[in-house]
Structure formats: C-alpha cells, structure tokens
C-alpha cells in the first residue's frame, strides 16, 4: 500500500507492506537510518521518533498508522555542521561510546526537555530508562542531559 | 541488494532426518537457497540449539523470511548433554584439563592457621552489543568486499579468505563504525560465509544481519563457572595456599578462558594449585567477553578472600595489603611498573567510610562496603603499522587499518599524533577501518587497542616530525636535532620560531611520509594492569533488595591518553558488571537445552535508572618501561572487581555469604537465612 507522511518537515510517500513497521519504512524505503535497529519489539529505544510530537518506538508502529501523520528522526534534529543542542550536549559530555544508541537517547531528550525543561534526576531516570545502552554506563549520559537542560 | 534469511536448529541437539526446500525455492523474491553440503558453515547435524541448516537470500528481508519459514525440516530430537559436571565426568571437554601448581599445596595447607573453602557459581551471560552481528558481502571479480561490524578486519579478512581459499588480500574488510562489540565479534563466524556464499552464487550482494532472538542464542556468551576454591593463610593473614577446581559450560566449542588467572596472578602465595575443565555441552559456544576468565574468576577468589579475612578477623584491606606482589607471581620477573598500592592508598578514604554508612543501617535496610582488586593483562604488543601523511597545509593524516569499536580510538590516535607533531587536534584527521587501505593493525580486544596502536601512531607521528624537522634544520642553517615542533611551529632553543607551514608550504604536492611500528614489549618483564573498586550497598533484609548506592573505581593503566573517554570506559564496565551480578543471565531450559531469554525483555540490561554514584580515578603514572607511549589498556580492567566488591559490601552490611550470581531476591533471603542459621548455631546457648 502507498502511505503519504510527513517527515521531518517534507513530505513524503512509500510503498508499504501492510505488515511492515514505521522503523523498516524510515530505514529501508525513505532513505533514513539514522533511527536504528537493535530489538524491533519496543525493547531497546534505539528507534525512538516522534509521532505527531508524541515520542515513540519506531519498531512498535506500523507504517501504515503513519499515513497522514508528522514523524520526526534524529536527521530531522539537526543537520551535519549545525547540530542540535541536544547532540551538542551529548558530544560536550561525552556521552558517546559506540554511538548505536545514541540516536535514540537524542530523540528521548529532546522529548524529555520539551516537557520538563529542569529535569530533577528521577524525572531523567524514568524518562531515558527505556533506551538502552551496552556501552556508556549512562554515567555521562545524565551529564548530556544536564548540560543540555541549561 | 537481497537479504538473507537463517533456517536455525530448534533442538539443542538433533539431525535432519528430511528437508523440503521445494516451497522455499519458489517463493517470491528468493534468489538462492543454500543446505548443508554447499556451505561449511550449514550442518545436519545440530549439537546445540540455533546451529545454521539452510540460509535464504531474497529481494527484501520480509520475503527472506518468509522463505525460510517455508523451508520444512523433519528432525530426530537427540539427547542433549547439558550438565557440567556430568560432561566432566564423561570426559566431553574442549580440549585438554589445563593444570597448574606452583610450590606445595598441600604443605601450604598444613602450615595454615585457617582455611577457608567455598564453592562459587556464575551464570552464562550475553554480550548483546546493541547493533547485532551484521554484514554485506559483495563479490567484485574474484575478489569478495566484506563490509561489516567486527572487532578485528584482519581476522575477518583470514578467516573469510581461509573459508573461500582466496589469497587474503582478494577480501577486502570495512568497518568504519560499528555497534558494539564486547569480544564477540573478534572474528568472521559462520554467518559472514553464508552471506558471501549467498552473494556469490546471486551474483548480488547480500546482507546478513542477526536478529535479536538470533543474538542472544548464537551471538556468544560468557560462560558460565562452578568454581571449588580454597584459601588458606597464617594468623597474621600471610597467606599460606590457594586453591580451585573450575568447571567452565563451554557450550559446543569455544576455548578455555583462564578462570584461575585471578588466583594465580593477583597475591602473593607460593603455594597455588588450579585445575580448569571446558565442559563441552550442547549449547551454544561460549565467545571472549570482556576480560574472559578473569571476570569469574575475581568473583570467586576476592568473595573467598573476605571470608578468609572474617575468619582471621583482619581487615579486608590489611589482608590484601599483607600479600602484595612484588614481583610476578608465576615467575618472579619484575612487572614493568605495578601501582597497586598506590590504588589501596587512594582507596582508603573510600574504605573508610564504611563505619560512617554502617551506622545509617536501620532495621530493615542494611548499609555496607566492600572491595575487591583487579589485575588483568593489557599492555597490547606487536605487531601493528601506522602511517602519517603531512601535507602542505601542515595538517597530518593518520592512516592504518584498524577499527574503532566506539571506545574513541580515533579521538585517541589523533591526540597521540598531534601531541608528537606539536599541532592543534583539529589538524589531525584519523583514517581507519579498512583493510586495503592502511597497514595492519591489532584486534579490538584484550585491552590492547591502545598499547597497541597507540605506539605505533606516535612512531610514525615522530618519523613525520623528523623529516619536517630536518628540512627546516637545513633551510633556516641550524644543526641537526637542535629544532623541535610545538604549539603549530618549528622551535628554535634560542627561542626563534617559524609556523610549520613555512616549512609545509614547500612541499606544494609533495608529502611527508612517517612510518612507524608498534615495538616489543619490555624483554624479562610482565606488563598487567590493576585497579581497586568499593562498593556501598543498602540491603532490605525483608524483601532481599539490593541497592547499589555508590561505587568507588581506581585503576592502573599507564598513562592516560583520553581522561574522558576513560572514565566513560570505567563507568560502562562497572555498568556491565552490575548487569552481570543483579539481573542479567541466559537462561536455559534445564531438560531441552534452549535458551529461554531471547529478547531484552528477558535478558535484562542495566538501564540508567540502575546507575549508582560512580567516582572513578586513574592513577596516570606512564609505565616508564613500555613503549613510547607508556599506556595500557583500559577496556576490560574496570568490569573485574565490581561483582565481588558489591557482595563484598553486602557480606559487610549483612552477614550474608551470597556465593551465585546473578545475585537475585531470593538468593539474598536464602544467604540471610544461612547466615542467621550460622550466627544462632555458633552462639552459646544461654
Ligand atoms: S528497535 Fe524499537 S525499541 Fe528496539
Ligand atoms: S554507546 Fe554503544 S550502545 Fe550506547
């Protein structure tokens, strides 16, 4: 089936199996891999997006809902050269090992920081407790979020 | 493009009794099919579960899939071979029993004045790197392009070439990022062959990418230990003998990690006894995870080491401190620089706090410290090549053929590079993960990226450096070896200075060639790298809840290239290691030999909301004896003490022997049980 979406700003169209998820259309039909792949069951949040402003797993969407909605990737944060304060804050901090979850945590923040601009240290806990990372020790991950909320 | 598909074993131990790929041939999209007898890496035999039978390539990944769930295998379910001791028993091993013994045992025993013996278990973890093993395999004439997420091109490149018969410079591997490694992607693996077999007879390229559930049955594991050890030691703590059997669940193939290293390498003790046993059993392979061996094996020998200081009534910390090494422990040859004592020093304050936070102990939660040492290998060797390029704009090219696998290899290459060439970071660009396009350099692995490389990029850096320094030496008519670089200029000793591209700016098309070489490592020396961690717990004696609410890391790793990438190196280790003793763990089914924790929801991987207050420190003393540079590795040291640090602290704030990770609940209430068992039947009756 052919869905029309808007993403990051433009619109855009794909020819979808029914079946197929948000995340497999962004990756493998639009051209877009910066939202990534490493469960495809709502485990892990390195697929996070926004949906209509609303965060979520890009795994656990199908393609199809998409249709007619607004999603925004970690492309359509920021752009090379001209990144986004919250991609600031993340290499500032250092909050980057392998980088595979990184594109996920972005999109978290700026979620986060969109609804809770001072988040107390519980508030980033439970916000950022469904992107999963192997790498950093989230230590300098809370430092990101810090120095992007200020 | 095409993507493949796996048709995997279900069984941890069957035989194909018949295939029908008549329906998986014809299903759309598919552009070849493969079954045992095309490809090595496809058997009809299964003796663990999730072994390859039949791979499917196809227009997109859905149809793939597709085609393999139409691939209909009939299978004769065989007996699986699952316990340990049962394999030892029947004598099913990877390869031989390795024995060691240094002094005599037994004498040791008899001169102590307590011995203390315990059994310690650990579980079969995954490493579950966030990207999965994945790769493309593309044929270009008869050359084969690999471009995929690997811990080691090189080994791709052999092992590719080896399955393939090709010289090895036909393959060519790429991997300029990848997602994660952790010692399970140091070589090709079978998945790498079907995906280049798949490519060859398409005449496409085809990726292979695993998914999760793939993962976490066939991605490699840690794997799991029963370890018998015992200590025993003079009343003044001296310690007397060292002792332990370890059984290592191999799984079907693998190697034996060292699990007795920590025993036989951490304290002074003439008398050590250690034998290692690799169960071969129908399971899935174990693979190198982070500091392999010596993550169990610091779990058993430091938990032993404070119940042997409880039993002497020593201070944890004296105790250790009373066997300090000075030199090594296997051979005597001196340690190129040890400053371990140094790391005891800086923890003492740490350590010191446990009388402040045993006293916020209330009746139900239970506050207290512990600690354990680390020693580990990581000084990297030879051989490893890089090469700078200066050009005429006075910037500097590092080239060489390894792999950044996200520990910011590149970011410490360039600083090595800048520091020698006397520029501004920014004017140093890093080229890497490539095989055909820079020289070989080491695997990603054993904490030896950076001892590794590193010298060899300084070498090269200080080749470059040489013949900038000696045109300039010539043009501005001063004596050989009296310029330096520095700052971005050419420095005279009298203070005159020229901005290097004066010198650069000459060369117009022409470049400045360094090479260099990752030299040998000290003759007649051991190099290791060592560390100290505490850890303070809160325990719920009702509930058996743990919490982890600050742990203290000091390492010794040499000079520091990248203080903050270190210190993310510490924190994600200890992050790890606390999956590894809390809530991570494969688990199988007892009788069937299945794994049961396929996806993240099962296998449990700490999130930040886990995380503790973590200090870390380094000590940054250059090891004056090794190479140019100084620096150790820094991957794998601070994942080893953090497991017997935690139980450590709650032995101290409880009294509970807790001697199985992971460390659940009810392993907590069962230890808490034991302990009041001991304390009421070891108390006089009034
Ligand atoms: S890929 Fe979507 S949550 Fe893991
Ligand atoms: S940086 Fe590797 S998974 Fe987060």
């Known amino acids: 089936m052919k869905i029309e979406l808007t993403v990051n700003g433009e619109q855009r169209e794909a020819d979808v199996w029914e079946g197929e998820s948000l995340l497999f259309a962004l990756r493998e039909k639009l051209g877009l891999p910066g939202s990534k792949n490493a469960c495809e069951q709502g485990e892990c949040g390195s697929c996070s997006v926004l949906l209509d402003g609303t965060l979520v797993c890009a795994c656990l969407v199908l393609a199809a809902q998409a249709d007619g909605h607004d999603v925004v990737t970690v492309e359509g944060l920021g752009a090379t050269g001209e990144p986004h304060p919250v991609q600031e804050a993340f290499v500032e901090a250092g909050a980057v090992q392998c980088g595979f979850c990184t594109p996920g945590l972005v999109v978290a923040t700026v979620d986060l920081l969109a609804h809770s601009p001072q988040p107390s240290e519980d508030e980033i806990r439970e916000a950022l407790s469904g992107n999963l990372c192997r790498c950093t020790g989230y230590a300098k991950i809370f430092d990101a979020v810090r120095l992007a909320a200020q | 493009m095409l993507h493949a598909a796996v048709v995997r074993s279900p069984h941890a131990h069957a035989r194909v009794r018949a295939l029908d790929l008549s329906r998986a041939r014809e299903a759309p999209g598919v552009r070849a099919v493969l079954a045992p007898g095309d490809c090595d890496a496809l058997d009809e035999t299964a003796e663990f579960e999730g072994r390859a039978v039949v791979a499917v390539a196809a227009e997109t990944f859905g149809q793939a899939r597709a085609a393999a769930e139409l691939v209909e295998v009939e299978w004769e379910e065989l007996e699986p071979l699952l316990d340990p001791e049962e394999a030892v028993r029947r004598g099913s091993l990877v390869g031989e029993p390795r024995r060691y013994e240094r002094g005599g045992y037994e004498r040791g025993l008899a001169e102590a004045d307590a011995v203390v013996e315990a059994e310690y278990r650990t579980q079969t973890l995954n490493h579950n790197p966030l990207e999965t093993h994945q790769c493309v395999c593309e044929w270009r004439g008869d050359g084969l392009d690999v471009y995929i997420s690997t811990q080691y091109i090189w080994g791709v490149r052999d092992d590719v070439a080896a399955a393939f018969g090709l010289p090895p410079d036909k393959v060519r591997v790429i991997c300029e990022y990848m997602g994660g490694g952790f010692g399970a992607k140091n070589g090709a693996g079978g998945y790498v062959t079907l995906a280049a077999e798949l490519a060859r007879r398409s005449g496409r390229p085809v990726r292979l990418a695993l998914t999760r559930r793939e993962e976490n049955v066939g991605g490699g594991n840690r794997n799991a230990t029963i370890q018998r050890v015992t200590a025993a030691a003079k009343a003044d703590g001296t310690l007397t003998a060292l002792g332990g059997e370890f059984i290592c669940s191999l799984g079907w193939g693998g190697w034996l990690a060292s699990t007795a290293g920590p025993m036989q390498l951490l304290h002074a003790c003439e008398n050590v006894r250690t034998v290692e046993y690799g169960a071969k059993l129908n399971l899935p392979a174990m693979a190198a995870f982070r500091a392999p061996g010596f993550v169990e094996g610091t779990w058993a020998l430091e938990c032993l080491l404070d119940k042997l200081a409880a039993e002497l009534g020593l201070d944890p910390l004296e105790l250790r401190r009373r066997n300090y090494a000075n030199v090594d422990t296997m051979d005597g040859r001196p340690y190129s620089a040890k400053e371990l004592l140094e790391c005891y020093r800086r923890a003492e304050p740490h350590w010191e706090r446990r009388h402040e936070v045993r006293a916020r102990s209330d009746a139900t939660w239970k506050r207290g410290v512990g600690l354990a040492s680390q020693i580990w290998y990581g000084g990297g060797g030879p051989p490893s090549y890089a090469w700078v390029r200066v050009g005429s704009d006075g910037r500097a090219n590092v080239v060489t053929a390894m792999q950044d696998i996200g520990t910011g290899t590149r970011t410490a290459m360039a600083q090595i590079a800048a520091e020698e ?251 808490l049980r034991e302990a009041r068992e001991r304390e009421r039947v070891g108390a006089p009756s009034a």
């Open chain 2, 421 to 671: 060439l006397g520029i501004r970071l920014e004017r140093v660009q890093v080229q890497v993960g490539d095989s055909s396009r820079g020289p070989f350099a080491s695997i990603s692995g054993g904490s030896s990226t950076l001892p590794s490389m590193g010298p060899a990029v300084r070498a090269a850096a200080a080749d470059a450096a040489r013949q900038i320094l000696e045109i300039a030496e010539q043009r501005f008519e001063r004596e050989d070896g009296t310029l330096s670089l520095r700052g971005g200029e050419i420095v005279s000793p009298d203070g005159t200075t020229w901005p290097l591209e004066e010198i650069t700016g000459l060369l117009e098309d022409g470049q400045i060639l360094g090479k260099g070489a990752r030299g040998p490592n000290p003759a007649g020396m051991r190099v290791l790298t060592f560390g100290v961690q505490v850890a303070e717990v809160a325990v719920d004696v009702e509930t058996g809840e743990v919490v982890v609410e600050r742990i203290y890391a000091v390492h010794d790793v040499g000079r520091v290239i990248n203080p903050l990438g270190a210190r993310s190196q510490i924190e994600g280790g200890i992050i790890q290691a606390m999956g590894h003793t809390f809530s991570e763990a494969r688990l199988d089914d007892p009788h069937r030999g299945t794994v049961l924790t396929k996806t993240l929801d099962a296998y449990k991987l700490p999130t930040i909301a886990d995380v503790p207050e973590i200090v870390c420190e380094l000590i940054d003393k250059p090891d004056a004896q090794l190479t140019n540079l100084g620096s150790k590795g820094l991957g794998e040291p601070p994942i080893i003490p953090t497991a017997a640090a935690i139980a450590n602290a709650i032995r101290d704030a409880t009294g509970a022997d807790v001697t199985s990770l992971p460390i659940t609940r009810e392993e907590i209430l069962a230890a």
